[in-house]
């Protein structure tokens, strides 16, 4: 672990999505793709573990992207540029397989379109056809859109309204492509509905799906037990194990369900915050 990290840039990507790069040099050189990092922004602030958006081993600097959407991440999102983040603790996880499969579909749906970018460009270098979907709710929630483009053969969007590309799901898309192409390998990243509707998808054609459950993450080195799931009848802890797993082997409906352990804390602490930082003005 080391300490003090500073911010060198901050973008606002969408209404509660912010991106941060960091100065980060240790972990930049050992970053791969589809790890993560855990990070504090002060000495006695909560753990919080973020997946990895980029990387940049020669400048030194780690990019993620984020939800403001409980108490320490959006304390992380009123942090400038010149600030400094207390710790940052990385790179974690098992990286991504990359190697050569031949056409792969990499599917980011919400937050989960920002680690797919590392993964996409690796996959890409090794000499993959790439084809990318992304989804939103609305078109004002994408992004990273001309980044994929810049390491895909085909980028498909889609939102659930419709105000861009397909309306629909990223599933549905995916299913569109199924039933008429050849597909190798599939890779899913998003929101847990959506990686098991992947898998109900690709499953008849026999298509070996990845996907990555970051979001069930609560402590990030296997110490809290909170992010254990099923995969092929077995205990697993997303953290060292994963993040990615066989997702016609994950059992969906328990991780739906551990998903929801922590709202009431979560919901309690975000309420507080927010009183305190309305009390401070």
Same mark, same amino acid.
């Given at each position: 672990m080391t300490f003090l990290h500073k911010i060198l840039r901050k973008d606002t990507l969408t209404s509660d999505a912010n991106l941060l790069v960091v100065e980060a040099p240790e972990i930049a050189k050992k970053c791969k793709p589809g790890q993560f990092?855990?990070?504090?922004?002060?000495?006695r602030g909560e753990r919080i573990p973020l997946s990895l958006a980029g990387y940049d081993s020669k400048k030194g600097t780690i990019t993620t992207i984020f939800l403001a959407t409980g108490k320490?991440?959006?304390?992380?999102?009123?942090?400038?540029?010149?600030?400094?983040?207390?710790? *940052?603790?990385?790179?974690?996880?098992?990286?991504?397989?990359?190697?050569?499969?031949?056409? *792969?579909v990499l599917c980011g749906g919400g937050l989960g379109i920002a680690p797919l970018y590392p993964i996409a460009k690796a996959l890409k270098n090794m000499g993959n056809m790439i084809t990318v979907i992304i989804g939103a709710r609305s078109k004002n929630l994408l992004f990273y859109e001309d980044k994929l483009k810049s390491v895909s053969d085909q980028l498909y969007v889609t939102t659930d309204d419709g105000t861009k590309g397909k309306k629909g799901f990223v599933s549905n898309q995916l299913q569109d492509l199924l039933a008429c192409e050849k597909i190798d390998r599939v890779v899913a990243i998003g929101p847990a509905i959506m990686m098991k509707s992947i898998a109900d998808a690709t499953r008849p054609y026999g298509v070996r799906t990845v996907v990555s459950l970051n979001s069930i993450m609560v402590d990030g080195t296997g110490m809290c037990g909170a992010c254990r799931v099923e995969v092929g009848g077995e205990t697993k802890f997303t953290c060292v194990d994963g993040p990615e797993f066989d997702a016609h082997l994950v059992d969906f409906d328990l991780l739906m369900k551990r998903l929801n352990t922590y709202l009431p804390e979560e919901k309690r602490a975000k309420e507080l915050y927010n009183k305190t930082s309305m009390g401070a003005h």
């Open positions: 990092i855990i990070l504090r922004i002060a000495e320490t991440t959006q304390e992380l999102a009123s942090m400038n540029e010149g600030d400094f983040i207390a710790n *940052v603790a990385g790179p974690l996880g098992t990286p991504s397989d990359i190697n050569h499969f031949g056409h *792969v």
